[in-house]
């Protein structure tokens, strides 16, 4: 059995959410905000080579993404991995908003930040797919562990 995850110092949702606004707002142009989710990206925890399967790996997106998400107590912890650096820096921002909490939490968060920070209007149509793709498999994971309770 895995033990639940520490909680005690993670931020809510909403939290997270303003913290990515705020460091995203510091860079003036794209190009220095696509430098920082390559280098979030690069922070990616190493992913369990177990999950490196066709079972995990998602449809939708133009880059190879793996995404697991495991129930720990009454929290989803999700890992994923990509070949791509910026599809890997998507990563890193939907894990640190989405991973880590429970399904209610997930379903009811609405991902305001990709707006706020300006993905929806300078990631490339590809991108965009993908990035809704993995929103869409996080948020699919949360309501079947909802749909099971």
């Not at 939907?94 to 209610?104: D, F």
Request: aromatic share 8%.
């Amino acid at each position: 059995m895995t033990a639940q995850p520490d909680t005690a110092d993670v931020p809510s949702i909403a939290e997270e959410q303003q913290e990515l606004i705020g460091e995203f707002a510091f860079f003036d142009d794209w190009d220095d905000r696509y430098q920082y989710l390559i280098d979030l990206g690069r922070r990616l925890p190493a992913f369990p080579e177990e999950y490196r399967r066709d079972a995990f790996k998602l449809k939708g997106c133009q880059a190879q993404v793996w995404l697991v998400g495991e129930k720990r107590g009454d929290r989803l912890v999700f890992h994923a991995v990509s070949d791509a650096a910026i599809v890997s820096g998507l990563i890193a921002v939907l894990l640190r908003v989405y991973s880590n909490r429970t399904p209610q939490e997930i379903v009811a968060t609405e991902p305001d930040f990709v707006a706020a920070i300006g993905l929806d209007e300078h990631l490339a149509m590809t991108r965009k797919n993908g990035l809704g793709a993995m929103l869409k498999a996080i948020r699919g994971r949360a309501r079947a562990e909802l749909d099971a309770a």
